[in-house]
């Protein structure tokens, strides 16, 4: 369900003219926050992947992010051995001078189900919302 709301929110970027033309620092900018976040994710740091997020941050349902993770100050064990990591770059895409939406298709290897069982790896394709400044 999540892919799917991530690719909703990715095509309906896509249609969004782009309305701020933007430096390449910028789109750097914004590459680069990008590869921090899922190497943050990698590395399994809570204290840097929570400084990311926003106090009042939401999911796409609404649920309060990473709340797990504030309370527990660790990872779930279904996702403490999962990698992320970017195999196509699509594109930096400014809604507005501040906003931007990161485009690439990644790859996420190792979860495991509730039983410990390993899951097959997940492709999809993300669409990332950032404000700046770019984190």
């Known amino acids: 369900m999540r892919n799917y ?9 896509s249609f969004t003219p782009n309305v701020a033309a933007q430096s390449v620092a910028d789109e750097v900018a914004v590459r680069t926050a990008t590869e921090q976040r899922i190497a943050i994710w990698n ?12 106090e ?3 999911d796409w349902l609404g649920n309060p992010c990473a709340a797990g ?3 527990s100050g660790e ?3 279904t996702s403490k051995n999962a990698r992320g990591r970017i195999y196509e770059e699509i594109g930096v895409q ?5 906003v931007a ?20 790896p997940i492709k999809n394709l993300r669409g990332y919302p950032s404000d700046g400044p770019w984190r």
Not at 5 to 13: D, F, S
Not at 43 to 54: G, N
Not at 94 to 98: K, P, R, V
């Open 43 to 54: 590395a399994k740091d809570v204290k840097a992947y929570l400084a990311l997020l926003d």
């Open 69 to 71: 993770l504030r309370e």
């Open 75 to 77: 990872f779930p064990a």
């Open 101 to 120: 939406i990161h485009k690439y298709r990644a790859e996420w290897t190792g979860y495991l189900d509730a039983d410990g069982k390993p899951l097959p």
């Open 56 to 58: 009042d941050c939401e």
């Open 94 to 98: 400014f809604i507005t001078s501040d």
């Open 5 to 13: 709301l991530i690719l909703a929110v990715a095509l309906l970027a």
